[in-house]
């Protein structure tokens, strides 16, 4: 029994023994494979004990640490985790002692400083003190990641920033997206894209060519060109096009550009070159467009009549070949074109056939590089003109001011635009503040003769041409006026003349001419009187003596009468021949008091009263001494016959300068209107009922035989002043031509 109990064990301890082989085998089998699969698993596998410290590593492990499997040994796989914060590391690895398990992606670092991110997974599950750990590297991914993360922020960049207007529809046109840069261009809002497509805003034959765009898009894949539309507002546009298919999401982009300026641009360009090779070739100036070596590369007609040369010829030719002497003024310009990019100048040129031709020409850089831009103008006329221009100017200036005339030029608004140095004299201006005045300003200074009006109240536009009139100053001068209209286009002419000396001598003549018939008349008539008077007279004394009582008052009257006409033929007689005058020194002063002392007593009937101003020094002058009293007693006696209810004569005497003494005799009178003044010492002239006139005559011609002349000055209401120059010393010539 016991035999066979113990053939029962040792078949059961076979039977175990081979069950443990094969359980042994298979286990071996099993290690194998496992480390057949670790060994050849791609992601890297760490066997670890509970603190962490690892006792197994493949070698897709050794690869990622970068490091031999039987180094990580006993490392620490938290030693490679050291770049994860330890708070956030002690919390998860708290997590997966409680959880038993653990998944992250978290970055590492290597022994060699790289850095990876891996895909971190620890398990527990191979024993108590055992857990595993599988890391894979997803670096790649994690770039892939990264990038598309960029790609798309940067995408949605471009897409929002974008100037062009970017759009997304579907394969129907309908539009699913769209940045702000299309919206603004379509005047439409985002909120509205989901309802619209690009069929709404075409029409007409547009509808036909998106049609078209439509289908070379989906055979093609791709599609680019123009496409106008038309806003809901009605504005159209022009839009610039290119579509792409996205075959993944089935979605299509376009990014659409407004080119409707553009276009607008290329329109106004086109037009403005058109008009430009208008310009240019109908130009009557020469154009021409050179190179930087001066070569001429292109030529207007105008160009080939001045420089003398067919286009075939001119095209090519160096611009400086026409240039005469190019030396001195050419480097000049050259210099300053070269600095300033332009210039205007003018230089000698000779032409093809020899011809010199001045040329004005300006030329500049164009806005292509190497090229310039000329234009000429044969000015060879036009300096010959103004030099001839010049020389008229010159003649008409030397005329102008040689002139024996003063003459003014004015526009038709009657501003003075030049006067002559004459003219400036005349009306005592200097030559600035004479331009400074208008004619009626000049006018205005005096008064028109005979006319009794200022000439500022002449309206010269009612006048006609070259009717001269004459102007009186203030100081006695008189001029004559006239001017003559549009001499030239808004120039006129006016003339002075100072005609002070010649109205003068005019006047004197004719009053010379008036003595001389007076004085023949004169002689004639006191002659053929003078014998009949004597009888007359003789027998009014005989009658006078026979006859007595009543009747001697009428013979005293007949006898101051007949007294009276032999005065007057003695004045007669002064006037009608030369007198045999006696010229000797004399003091005046001494026969004005003795005339004052002869008419005192005449004086004193009426109340006047003569007073005498002599003031000393006043030198002896060469006279004949009768004459001059009886010019002081004309005087004086028209003095006291103006005064008849009295009043006072005031007599100076004094000297004007070195040759001149000057008597002035003022009255209280009624004194002489303007009119009446210009005539006195005219033969037969008076302002007196009972006058001749020939007093005054007799005195003028007796102060003009000495040398000397009369001025009176006269206001209506307050008296008279008769002011007598008288040279000391006389001309002796002067006075026997005057005899």
Same mark, same amino acid.
């Given at each position: ?44 596998i ?48 708290k ?25 971190? /997974? ?15 590297? $997803? ?23 974008a ?24 005047? $439409? ?10 069929r ?23 599609a680019?060109?123009?496409?106008p ?14 579509i ?12 659409? =550009? ?16 058109? =008009? ?61 074109y ?50 001839? /221009?010049?020389?008229s ?7 102008f ?71 009186s ?15 030239i286009?808004n ?16 006047e004197r ?7 001389h ?6 002689a ?5 009187i003078?014998?009949?008077?004597t009888?007359?007279k ?7 003596g ?17 007294? =009276? ?40 009937l ?48 004094q ?34 009922d ?39 010393r ?10």
């Open positions: 029994m016991a035999e066979t109990l113990d053939l029962q064990t040792n078949e059961s301890l076979k039977e175990q023994l081979k069950r443990m082989k094969e359980e042994n085998d298979r286990l071996k089998s099993d290690l194998n494979r496992y480390h057949v699969i670790m060994n050849n698993t791609l992601d890297a760490f066997i670890c004990r509970k603190e962490m410290k690892i006792v197994q590593a493949n070698e897709a492990a050794a690869r990622m640490m970068q490091i031999e499997a039987e180094n990580l040994i006993n490392r620490s796989v938290l030693d490679f985790l050291y770049s994860v914060p330890q708070e956030e590391l002690n919390k998860a690895v997590k997966f002692l409680k959880k038993g398990h653990l998944w992250k992606e978290v970055p590492i670092k290597l022994d060699s400083g790289a850095t990876k991110y891996i895909e971190f /997974l620890a398990r527990d599950g191979i024993g108590e003190d055992y857990f595993f750990v599988v890391m894979r590297d $997803i670096s790649s991914k994690k770039i892939l990641e990264r990038e598309f993360s960029m790609n798309e922020q940067l995408f949605k960049d471009l897409f929002d920033r100037v062009d207007g970017i759009v997304l529809f579907d394969k129907d046109g309908g539009f699913i997206d769209a940045n702000l840069s299309f919206c603004k261009s379509f005047e $439409i809002g985002q909120n509205e894209l989901s309802h619209l497509s690009l709404h805003f075409t029409d007409g034959e547009n509808k036909k060519h998106l049609k078209e765009i439509w289908e070379t898009l989906r055979r093609k894949g791709n680019k060109g123009e496409l539309v038309k806003l809901r507002s009605g504005e159209e546009k022009l839009f610039e096009f290119t792409t298919s996205n075959l993944i999401s089935g979605f299509y982009m376009s990014i659409m =550009r407004d080119i409707t300026e553009k276009r607008l641009m290329e329109l106004k360009l086109f037009k403005s070159e058109e =008009r430009f090779r208008e310009i240019f070739e109908n130009a009557m100036d020469a154009i021409v467009i050179w190179s930087d070596d001066g070569k001429i590369a292109k030529a207007n007609e105008s160009a080939c009549r001045i420089f003398e040369l067919p286009m075939d010829k001119l095209v090519e030719t160096n611009l400086c070949t026409f240039i005469v002497d190019p030396q001195k003024k050419y480097k000049q310009i050259k210099k300053k070269e600095k300033y990019g332009e210039i205007r100048e003018e230089m000698l040129f000779q032409m093809a056939n020899g011809q010199f031709k001045e040329l004005e020409f300006t030329s500049k850089r164009t806005i292509l590089e190497g090229q310039h831009l000329t234009i000429l103008r044969n000015v060879s006329d036009r300096k010959r003109m103004e030099k001839e /221009l010049r020389e100017e010159l003649k008409f200036r030397k005329v001011n040689g002139s024996m005339d003063g003459k003014v030029l004015f526009d038709n608004q009657f501003r003075i635009i030049d006067a002559n140095p004459l003219a400036s004299r005349i009306l005592g201006m200097p030559d600035e503040e004479l331009r400074a005045y208008t004619v009626p300003d000049i006018l205005s200074l005096f008064d028109i003769e005979n006319a009794g009006v200022p000439a500022r109240k002449i309206d010269l536009e009612g006048m006609d041409n070259e009717i001269p009139f004459l102007l100053s203030s100081d006695s001068r008189k001029l004559e006026f006239s001017f003559k209209r549009n001499i286009q120039m006129n002419l006016a003339i002075f003349k100072d005609v002070t000396e010649a109205k003068e001598l005019e003549l004719r009053k010379s001419d008036t003595l018939v007076v004085g023949e008349l004169a004639g008539i006191a002659h053929e003078r014998n009949p008077m009888a007359l003789g027998f009014i004394q005989l009658l006078q026979s006859i007595e009582g009543e009747y001697s008052l009428y013979f005293n009257v007949i006898t101051s009468e007949l007294k =009276r006409i032999e005065s007057i033929i003695t004045e007669f007689l002064i006037l009608a021949k030369p007198q045999a005058i006696l010229y000797e020194e004399k003091d005046v002063t001494q026969i004005m008091k003795d005339t004052a002392d002869l008419l005192n007593a005449q004086a004193n009426v109340n006047v009263q003569i007073h005498l101003n002599l003031t000393g020094n006043i030198p002896p002058i060469y006279c004949e001494p009768n004459q001059l009293k009886q010019v002081f007693i004309n005087i004086l006696k028209n003095a006291i016959e103006v005064m008849p209810g009295g009043g006072n004569i005031y007599v100076t005497i000297s004007s300068d070195q040759d001149h003494i000057l008597i002035s005799i003022q009255d209280e009178g009624t004194g002489i209107s303007e009119d009446k003044l210009k005539r006195l010492g005219e033969p037969f002239y008076t302002t007196k009972r006058g001749t006139g020939l007093g005054l005559m007799v005195s003028y011609k007796i102060i003009e035989e000495h040398q000397g002349r009369i001025h009176v000055e006269s206001e209506e209401g307050k008296g008279t002043v008769f002011h007598l120059t008288l040279p000391i006389q001309n002796t010539e002067e006075r026997r031509s005057g005899e």
